[in-house]
């Protein structure tokens, strides 16, 4: 994995994309883009101005780990006939390769005393996150990893690791289709069509040390952690 410091380096300095831009020449967009990542690569001379820029080298303007991460959702969330599905997380190195299985479970943040956020009318989706037993790790190998990891490294990790179930979400409000959530109060599945721009929590690994909590609009890839 390898993130650049960009966003962090602006807050740090108190300075704005447009000082970056006036400054180096670079353009607003592909700042913007680094700091989004959601650019393919990355010139060198882009490099070159920022750490002339800052005033930093190379390796402080990314961080980098060498655990590469793959999710696997086998199915889009709305061909679910249940309220939870089980993912993949492939994490490997030059030598390390290993699966670990997750589930994610779906329930309505209404009348849900577990919901972790007060304002539950700005939420539709309840989504918790956990680590499966499995005979071919233990649950420790995988948190000893998160553990490696800088600030900004674990906050990617976790936006990795969900990208398929959010990539799912969104594709269900573009296909209209509803999926399964499990209401508390009646303590039944109900069918939910999701809406742009309302909230998913995610509650990931609860009662763990590497708990955390993730707030995503829902049609985007707005993800806070």
């Given at each position: 994995m390898l993130q650049n410091n960009l966003n962090k380096l602006l807050g740090e300095r108190n300075v704005k994309i447009s000082a970056v831009a006036e400054a180096t020449g670079l353009a607003h967009t592909t700042l913007f883009s680094l700091i989004k990542e959601s650019t393919a690569g990355i010139q060198f001379e882009t490099i070159e101005k920022l750490c002339s820029y800052f005033q930093i080298t190379p390796s402080e303007l990314f961080d980098y780990s060498p655990y590469n991460l793959e999710p696997t959702l086998e199915k889009q969330l709305f061909e679910l006939n249940e309220n939870s599905v089980e993912f993949t997380l492939n994490i490997k190195d030059g030598i390390y390769d290993k699966d670990f299985k997750l589930l994610a479970q779906f329930q309505l943040p209404q009348n849900n005393p577990y919901f972790p956020k007060s304002n539950k009318e700005d939420y539709e989706l309840y989504v918790t996150v956990s680590l499966l037993d499995n005979a071919d790790y233990l649950k420790e190998d995988l948190f000893k990893i998160i553990d490696?990891?800088?600030?900004?490294?674990?906050?990617?990790?976790?936006?990795?690791?969900?990208?398929?179930?959010?990539?799912?979400?969104?594709?269900?409000?573009?296909?209209?289709?509803?999926?399964?959530?499990?209401?508390?109060?009646?303590?039944?599945?109900?069918?939910?069509?999701?809406?742009?721009?309302?909230?998913?929590?995610?509650?990931?690994?609860?009662?763990?040390?590497?708990?955390?909590?993730?707030?995503?609009?829902?049609?985007?890839?707005?993800?806070?952690?």
């Open positions: 490696t990891l800088g600030t900004n490294l674990k906050r990617k990790f976790y936006q990795i690791m969900l990208s398929k179930l959010i990539n799912s979400l969104n594709n269900s409000i573009k296909a209209k289709r509803s999926i399964l959530a499990y209401d508390l109060q009646s303590k039944e599945d109900v069918e939910i069509l999701l809406t742009k721009k309302k909230h998913c929590i995610f509650e990931v690994f609860k009662d763990t040390d590497h708990y955390k909590l993730a707030d995503l609009e829902l049609g985007t890839e707005n993800l806070l952690i």
